[in-house]
């Protein structure tokens, strides 16, 4: 393997799993301030990987908490709180002696039940930062430690970032592949291409599913059941349906769920990555997102497996590319702007959209959906908290930004009914990416369009009760129709855009624009 990725691994990379039980919780005693050796390490819920408590670490007391607070403070779905509370529960079984975990109604309060300092490295959100400050002054955190679960550091962003206002994700990729030796032949990429985007586009093909090989499913066990019937008695207020357990919460279920990838599914990758089946939920995709945004994988791991799987031949460069893009391209690029923009970043709204969620999309009832594509998108997110990349951009953020949909209050609601969906996660993707509430800043173009790009992309519209052609009528496309109402109201901006401009004349030519524009106005089922 190049050294470019060895050579950067920070000490944390020991695993230190011993079997037995997690120690009671000892009372408040009297907090020094000052770190020393034996001061303990606290984690939160989404740093629970050996990059975290191992190497440099891997002899200190490890806390671990369960605030009620923080499980009732948002209305998160179901599933996302199961796999939390998972994690936790099973790396306290893991870490054995050394993990103390403490069921608390607030961090604070757990904290002070520990009864001496702890380190903590920083947290993944601007909320979780100022509160880890605070706690700092009252004495119960003795130091924030960088954050050691990307693999570019916050203080190396910056450095990159520099004096930019607008930025690329390609040029952050490129110099992701470079400082990390990715891919790489010297100072050229593989094949003399950095970037194989335009092979992983191909429509889905004419069967049921792509009939890979199904991804890793991880046993529940006596914990999970505990979870479970906990969580039926608390009362929360959750969305979402309970189901079987589908992503990996341990560094070890998440080791084999990165194996069987790469070795099952990540030949088939890149071809398909933006298509969509009714009946193959999951296509080729990872499944990797929950097990990166716990802490459990190291997404170097991740692109180390898959550029091993491209140089032993099991795996073709398109395939590699795609899937090393979206970790270490991708993942770490919205990591970074969501520091770099600020925590001010989720309330903007440069195309003044104000219409609050409706009730169906904040329930996720999908069975008050007709257009097929919605439905199954929805239907998705309801059954597994999950659906894949095209389904959150090209048709549930699609509709969301034709019909205006609030930016913040769907950043929100991307962020707790998504499984993987963190603080740090969604402000970028959405506000940015695919809402393009910021203007610009981060992508050159709104992403959206009509029927048409759904009927090549996936098998959904065969038995729709809509018709992606149709723009006008009761079986009209909601999409196809949203399209044009949309570009109608953002017409002198999108005509400004050079990337967007040929919309705006293609609406001008269409003879039915008005009767659209009125149908559109006063449609309130989809």
């Known amino acids: ?84 509370l998972s994690a936790l529960r099973h790396a306290a079984r893991d870490l054995g002696d050394r993990a103390t975990l403490i069921q608390a109604g607030t961090y604070t309060e757990g904290l002070r039940r520990f009864g001496r300092p702890v380190l903590v490295h920083q947290p993944t959100s601007h909320a979780a930062e100022q509160f880890v400050h605070r706690l700092m002054q009252q ?40 400082r990390f030796d990715v891919l790489m032949n010297g100072a050229d990429p593989v094949g003399n291409r950095w970037n194989y985007d335009e092979d992983n586009r191909e429509p889905p093909p004419k069967t049921p ?60 990758f890149g071809r398909y990555e933006d298509a969509i089946l009714t009946e193959d939920w999951a296509m080729s995709h990872s499944l990797l997102s929950v097990p990166l945004n716990l802490g459990v994988l190291h997404p170097l791991d991740a692109v180390e497996a898959a550029e091993r799987a491209y140089r032993d031949g099991a795996a073709p460069l398109s395939a590699v590319e795609g899937f090393i893009r979206q970790i270490l391209g991708w993942r770490e690029y919205m990591w970074h702007l969501y520091w770099h923009f600020g925590p001010g ?17 904040a329930d996720l009832d999908a069975d008050a959906v007709t257009a097929r594509c919605l439905h199954d998108a929805l239907e998705g997110v309801r059954d597994r908290g999950w659906t894949h990349h095209i389904q959150r951009l090209m048709i549930l953020g699609s509709h969301a930004l034709q019909r205006g949909y609030r930016p913040d209050e769907l950043t929100e609601w991307f962020a707790t009914a998504f499984v993987d969906g963190f603080r740090w996660v969604m402000p970028t993707n959405v506000v940015g990416m695919s809402q393009h509430a910021d203007g610009g800043r981060l992508a050159t173009k709104p992403y959206t369009s009509g029927g048409a790009y759904i009927n090549k992309m996936s098998d959904h519209c065969r ?6 052609k149709k723009r006008l009528g009761d079986d ?51």
């Open 463 to 468: 038995d729709c009760a809509y018709d992606p």
């Open 476 to 526: 009209a496309c909601p999409f196809t129709a949203g399209y044009w109402a949309f570009t109608h109201r953002h017409r002198d901006r999108l005509a400004a855009n050079m990337r967007t401009r040929r919309a705006v004349s293609s609406m001008e030519r269409l003879g039915d624009l008005d009767a659209v524009l009125e149908q559109e106005a006063h449609r309130r089922t989809f």
């Open 209 to 268: 599913t792509l009939g890979v090989p199904a991804p890793y499913r991880p046993r529940e066990d006596d914990i999970d059941a505990h979870v479970r019937h906990d969580l039926d008695t608390m009362g929360l207020d959750t969305v979402g349906a309970d189901g079987p357990r589908l992503f990996a919460v341990t560094p070890a279920e998440a080791k084999r769920a990165l194996a069987r990838f790469i070795e099952h599914r990540l030949p088939h």
């Open 345 to 361: 970043y989720t309330q903007a709204n440069e195309l003044n959209a104000h219409t609050e969620l409706p009730d169906w999309w």
């Open 139 to 178: 004495g119960l955190v003795a130091d924030v430690l960088p954050a050691p679960t990307f693999a570019l550091s916050r203080n190396d962003f910056a450095e990159w970032a520099g004096a930019r206002t607008r930025f690329r994700m390609e040029d952050f990729y490129r110099d992701q592949r470079r």
């Open 1 to 84: 393997m190049p050294s470019g990725i060895a050579g950067r691994r920070s000490k944390a990379y020991i695993s230190v799993t011993p079997e037995s039980q997690p120690r009671v919780a000892p009372q408040i005693g009297h907090p020094d301030t000052v770190p020393t050796d034996d001061t303990a390490l606290w984690l939160f819920a989404d740093q629970l990987g050996p990059a975290v408590y191992g190497g440099e670490h891997a002899h200190r007391d490890i806390v671990l908490i369960e605030a009620t607070s923080a499980l009732r403070k948002r209305r998160h779905h179901r599933q996302k709180l199961h796999l939390v």
